[in-house]
């Protein structure tokens, strides 16, 4: 939404206070902060997602990879390990797919439908814009006539303007009202509306946590050999990488 006043002629009478001009852009000034932050949280956590379910295909794919590794087929322990971590890694994939699907249904969904509240709320603004519009147009011409001298016709003609002013005056004055009530309404309800979405994200991504934390618990438990520290692991690959360094077909000339 964007705040574009229309630029016409002003009238001698003031039409709307400045209290309640100013009362009304700030209201509506919150309004446009709060749809451009639920626009962005929306692609944010659909990017979010994307990308979560990217990691784990990804991790799976690698999983496989390694299963049809040629290795597998000499070393049984190898071969054992790599089925622990490709089950992993499914169990992972498969949590994961369960997880953005809570998402999209508890916090992506609704954001969107809030996010398509605006453009209604967007075109009731331009009304009322429209509505004072006419309104300073039919003031104006009012103004005019109440300056000519009092003769017969252009008492006749401020008789039909002040008429044809009345319904559009009540007209602004209702749309006025309504969007100064009900904006702020609007504002404040936000809490009440995201609070359930944000609450079953948290126990969305707890429960997806616990898993992997079970899964990765349990792998750990298949594949730890000889229960070596991260440092003993390190000497001990580095120490392998030194043997195939000495051979003569990686030796450098």
Not at 68 to 92: G, I, V, Y
Request: glycine share 2%; proline share 4%; hydrophobic share 35%.
């Amino acid at each position: 939404m964007s705040w574009i006043p229309f630029k016409i002629g002003q009238p001698r009478k003031q039409i709307v206070s400045t209290t309640v001009e100013r009362d009304f852009e700030r209201e509506y000034e919150k309004l446009q902060k709060l749809e451009e932050q639920t626009k962005k949280l929306h692609k944010d956590m659909k990017k979010s997602t994307e990308a979560d379910l990217a990691m784990s295909k990804a991790a799976v794919k690698i999983s496989g990879d390694l299963l049809s590794n040629p290795l597998c087929e000499q070393d049984q322990a190898f071969l054992e390990s790599m089925n622990a971590l490709d089950t992993a890694m499914k169990r992972m994939d498969a949590f994961n797919q369960e997880k953005v699907s809570q998402i999209q249904k508890t916090v992506i969904d609704p954001l969107k439908k809030y996010s398509n509240v605006f453009p209604s709320l967007n075109m009731a603004v331009k009304r009322r814009e429209q509505a004072l519009q006419d309104y300073k147009r039919l003031q104006s011409k009012v103004e005019k006539y109440e300056e000519k001298e009092k003769t017969g016709p252009i008492m006749v003609k401020l008789h039909q303007a002040r008429e044809e002013l009345k319904p559009v005056r009540e007209d602004f004055e209702a749309k006025n009202k309504q969007l100064l009530d009900e904006m702020p309404k609007f504002y404040n309800s936000r809490i009440d509306y995201f609070q359930p979405s944000f609450e079953a994200l948290i126990r969305a991504q707890v429960a997806y946590f616990t898993e992997m934390h079970n899964i990765f618990t349990e792998l750990t438990d298949q594949i730890d050999q000889g229960g070596l520290t991260d440092e003993q692991r390190k000497q001990e690959n580095e120490a392998k990488l030194n043997e195939l360094r000495a051979l003569s077909i990686v030796a450098d000339d």
